[in-house]
């Protein structure tokens, strides 16, 4: 089952969802009422959120191109989990999906989206920066390889 290619996309939805349920329940039965905890609990949430996709994209671009794990990965993966938190999440802690509005509600969509696109922005870079990134290592084997050859003599 883990060799399928659905698999690491649910997974991560899943664990990027469960963290949400997490916080919800910690602010509804912990800091019922309280405005600046719910606050920090919050931005804990959208923190570990931005640390899990930093430490998946710094993992996975050491095997495989870019192109490969961003788009179905991430996008189906973070959009997926983006829906259940926003969608399927208020009724965790008691309340609807608008019930503070719909700015409260956009503002939630783009306070994922911009933790999960720094998180893995931030992983890649690590990554490429220690030149453990696909192409990096690619490059390093074409220089090695290109570099054992022996020298053509030119006989004149």
């Known amino acids: 089952m ?19 349920v997490v916080a919800r329940l910690v602010t509804r039965f912990a800091f019922e009422g309280d ?16 640390l899990v996709l930093a430490v998946y994209a710094f993992v996975v671009s050491h095997h495989r191109p870019p192109i490969e794990w961003i788009v179905p990965d991430l ?38 989206l911009a933790f999960a696109a720094g998180g893995t922005l ?3 870079w690590i990554s490429v920066a220690m030149g453990r990134d696909y192409r990096s290592r690619s490059l390093k084997a074409y220089a090695e390889t290109r570099r054992a050859r022996p020298r053509k003599v030119v006989r004149r």
């Not at 405005?35 to 931005?50: H, Q, Y």
């Open 2 to 20: 883990r060799q399928q290619r659905w698999f690491p996309i649910a997974a991560l939805a899943v664990g990027l969802f469960a963290i949400n």
């Open 35 to 50: 405005d600046a905890a719910e606050t920090r609990t919050t931005i804990v949430m959208f923190s570990l959120i931005g």
């Open 75 to 112: 996008v189906l993966g973070v959009g997926g989990a983006m829906l259940l938190t926003v969608l399927a999440g208020p009724f965790v802690s008691g309340e609807q999906p608008f019930k503070n509005g719909s700015d409260a509600f956009f503002a939630q969509v783009a306070l994922y």
């Open 122 to 124: 931030v992983g890649y």
